[in-house]
């Protein structure tokens, strides 16, 4: 089955820096890459997601890249705010069919002002 | 909409007492899922359904049981609670078809003495 790596674990930045997000995966017939932020005692949410027809999708300040020959993809986040702060995950599943959410063990990012 | 609603937010339990948490959704979503999330472990998959009247196994669903009682609830039931149990669950639903999106709901914070 899928298996989702993420890192770094942690990540500390001064507002104003850019700040990236990596994950890999396992199946290569994945092709939905979702990323979710996660607030201090809140529920996880969706931010962005890129599928594999596409190598890169940006938000305004965050952006997903996806290299699929190396199988991983990738959360920038520019200009970074206190209110970034949060845990991120990543995720992929096979679009088609039923497919399961995998997940990744989610970064802790820290904006200090 | 409400979305994803869970009860109870909080829940104290002995070792080996039951409990069942509610989960119900109002987006007419088919599928719907139980996580739990540990510190330093991500989101981990206990169960999930397909669509009414189908449930399967995810990653760690040794100790819980679950039921879809029709589209909009799926529950989780703790037979014989131990403290590695303590955890927060998620329920979550996703959204398929152009904008595949897990919708989650805001969560249980679980403790088994």
């Known amino acids: 089955g899928e298996n989702v790596e993420q890192h770094p674990s942690t990540l500390s930045v001064q507002e104003g820096d850019s700040a990236v997000i990596k994950c890999t995966y396992s199946?290569?017939?994945?092709?939905?890459f979702p990323w979710y932020k996660q607030e201090l005692g809140k529920r996880p949410q969706l931010i962005i997601d890129?599928?594999?027809?596409?190598g890169e999708k940006k938000d305004q300040r965050i952006a997903v890249t996806l290299n699929k020959t190396a199988k991983h993809f990738s959360l920038h986040i520019t200009e970074t705010q206190p209110e970034d702060s949060a845990v991120y995950f990543c995720?992929?599943?096979?679009?088609?069919?039923?497919?399961?959410?995998?997940f990744g063990t989610g970064t802790r990012l820290l904006v200090s002002p | 909409n409400a979305g994803v609603t869970q009860t109870p937010k909080f829940q104290v339990l002995k070792t080996g007492q039951s409990m069942t948490l509610q989960c119900a959704q109002d987006m007419n979503h088919n599928s719907m899922y139980w996580y739990r999330q540990d510190p330093g472990m991500g989101l981990r998959l206990i169960y999930y359904s397909a669509s009414e009247g189908t449930t399967d196994k995810g990653e760690v669903p040794n100790g819980y049981n679950v039921s879809r009682l029709n589209k909009r609830e799926f529950s989780l039931r703790l037979e014989s609670a131990a403290p590695s149990q303590t955890s927060v669950y998620f329920c979550a639903s996703l959204r398929t078809g152009q904008y595949n999106e897990q919708f989650f709901g805001p969560g249980t914070r679980l403790t088994v003495l």
């Open positions: 890129i599928r594999s027809n596409v």
């Open positions: 995720a992929a599943k096979r679009d088609t069919g039923f497919q399961k959410l995998v």
């Open positions: 199946d290569s017939a994945s092709n939905y």
